[in-house]
């Protein structure tokens, strides 16, 4: 995977950006009242780090697409929906130079993080520019994705920075038709997206973004698909390694994943929900299944001249 293009055009090292002077800006924000629909409990929090290790090793360890290195680092970042901030707190490791900012709805990350990473609780709104934006594995926050993140970061970001979205889709993807339409976690996938568009809550926008990037006004823009498949089916050894994280990671979050979506937006009791996790749990487990998620990763340069 070759990054997309040199960041020559990229942004100057004339910053006056300080955390105070973002927390003087953040306080011309008014408050905002946006629910998610997933719980931000210890278990999920858990699941959030590892489903981090495993969307980092589908990339082969890289942390962005976007054209910085040691040589050209971003100077002002911003992770959208940060989570429990890893991303964001390893760019301040390998970009000690940078100032990085996470924001999330919830206050759920570290104390102890590098003096260059600050989190601050808000949605996806934000008052300072910045010459690198970044989201990832943000599948069920944002009703209209294109206006809440993609033309916001076009609006915030300096001429010359890069925006860049690390999504997957919920659909399921097989290249050799063994999803089956009867295969529980299949029902499970559909009742998910179904659920996800009643709630008004993107999941399925991830392959959606290049386009939506050159909409905006993105050049450069740069697609790179990676496959995660779904359980130990594939006969590589890294593929096969790589499916099992994934699943494991799928089986650990399915509750989280359904109960405040199919209880409030399907009609079912948390009961109704648990008892037919059962059986998609157990379908998951089916290595006949050949089936794989798309895990979009998409960047794009806001022009010198926007
Ligand atoms: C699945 S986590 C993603 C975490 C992180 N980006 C990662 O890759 O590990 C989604 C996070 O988005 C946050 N969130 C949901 N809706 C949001 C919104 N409208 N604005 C900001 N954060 C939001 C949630 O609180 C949650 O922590």
Redesign the pocket.
């Known amino acids: 995977m070759a990054p997309p293009v040199s960041l020559d055009t990229g942004p100057s090292g004339d910053y006056e950006f300080t955390f105070e002077s973002y927390l003087d800006d953040s306080l011309r924000l008014e408050a905002v009242d ?1 629910p ?1 629909h ?1 719980p ?1 409990d210890p278990i999920e929090n858990e699941r ?1 780090d590892e ?2 290790d495993v ?1 980092g090793m589908a990339m082969d360890g890289r942390l962005h697409c976007a054209p910085f290195d040691r040589q050209n680092p971003p100077r002002k970042v911003l ?6 901030g ?2 964001a707190i390893e760019m301040g490791d390998v970009y000690p130079e940078a100032q990085i900012i996470g ?4 206050p ?1 990350q570290p104390a102890f993080v590098p003096p260059n990473v600050r989190f601050f609780v ?3 709104d934000y008052p300072a520019e910045f010459d690198y934006i970044h ?4 599948s069920g ?2 009703s209209d994705m294109k206006s809440q993140v993609i033309q916001r970061a076009f609006d915030h970001l300096k001429p010359g920075g890069w925006l860049e979205c690390q999504e997957f889709s919920a659909t399921l993807l097989s290249d050799d038709d063994t999803i089956s339409p009867d295969w529980p976690f299949k029902w499970w996938s559909d009742d998910f997206i179904s659920s996800s568009r009643n709630a008004n809550r993107q999941t399925e926008v991830a392959g959606d973004l290049k386009d939506y990037l050159r909409e905006v006004g993105f050049v450069d823009v740069h697609e790179t698909v990676f496959k995660l498949p779904i359980g130990a089916w594939p006969k590589e050894t890294r593929a096969k390694h790589l499916g099992m994280l994934w699943q494991r990671n799928i089986l650990e979050g399915l509750s989280a994943f359904s109960l405040g979506f199919f209880n409030r937006f399907l009609g079912r009791s948390p009961e109704q929900i648990e008892l037919s996790l059962v059986e998609v749990r157990r379908s998951l487990y089916d290595r006949k299944v050949h089936a794989y998620h798309k895990f979009f990763v998409v960047c794009g340069r806001k022009p010198e001249t926007a």
């Not at 992770?79 to 429990?84: F, L, M, N, S, V």
């Not at 924001?103 to 919830?106: A, H, M, P």
């Open positions: 946006v998610y997933f931000n959030i489903q981090y969307l992770d959208i929906a940060t989570g429990t890893a991303w924001t999330d709805l919830s759920i808000e949605d996806s989201t990832r594995a943000t926050c944002f």
